[in-house]
């Protein structure tokens, strides 16, 4: 029988992080949430971001992975955690609109790609992933053990 964990929506353009245990949840078209957890202290934190890379204009918010995955590090270490006991993995950056449709920016991949080159300047190991493709995802956290479920979500055609 699994624990009653306190649960956590995380909404796009923001993190979360919990020394208690936590499930956290949310749903992933082109953003990306990267996941972290702390192997020795055993609590971990997610974020969730629309776009790759703030461009110096509006505020600069979790809605930019290279902000997002900064303040997500940031709290980490700012609750105790050690850089090198951090591990991390990726979920989402799926192309859900159709090719032709104007969008040639390919924001996902590019979600994809700043969670991959951050992580590794910071050298935080990636032990797992699950990104890109033509679906969304659902995942939850489970911030005690750095669990992460994860399942497809079938694309809705109107």
């Not at 956590?8 to 957890?37: D, M, N």
């Not at 991949?109 to 990104?131: D, H």
């Amino acid at each position: 029988m699994e624990k009653n964990y306190l649960q956590h929506f995380l909404y796009p353009s923001s993190l979360f992080v919990s020394r208690e245990p936590y499930v956290i949840k949310t749903i992933l078209g082109s953003c990306v949430a990267v996941c972290l957890w702390d192997k020795k202290l055993k609590f971990g934190g997610v974020n969730h971001y629309m776009l790759p890379n703030w461009n110096g204009n509006d505020l600069a918010s979790p809605k930019y992975g290279n902000i997002a995955i900064d303040k997500l590090l940031e709290r980490m270490l700012g609750l105790g955690s050690n850089i090198k006991d951090i591990q991390a993995k990726i979920f989402g950056g799926g192309e859900l609109l159709e090719r032709g449709t104007g969008n040639s920016t390919l924001i996902g991949e590019r979600n994809i790609r700043v969670a991959r080159l951050m992580l590794e300047e910071r050298n935080i190991q990636i032990i797992a992933s699950s990104t890109g493709g033509r679906r969304g995802r659902k995942i939850l956290f489970f911030s005690d053990t750095g669990e992460v479920r994860h399942k497809f979500l079938e694309k809705k055609v109107y």
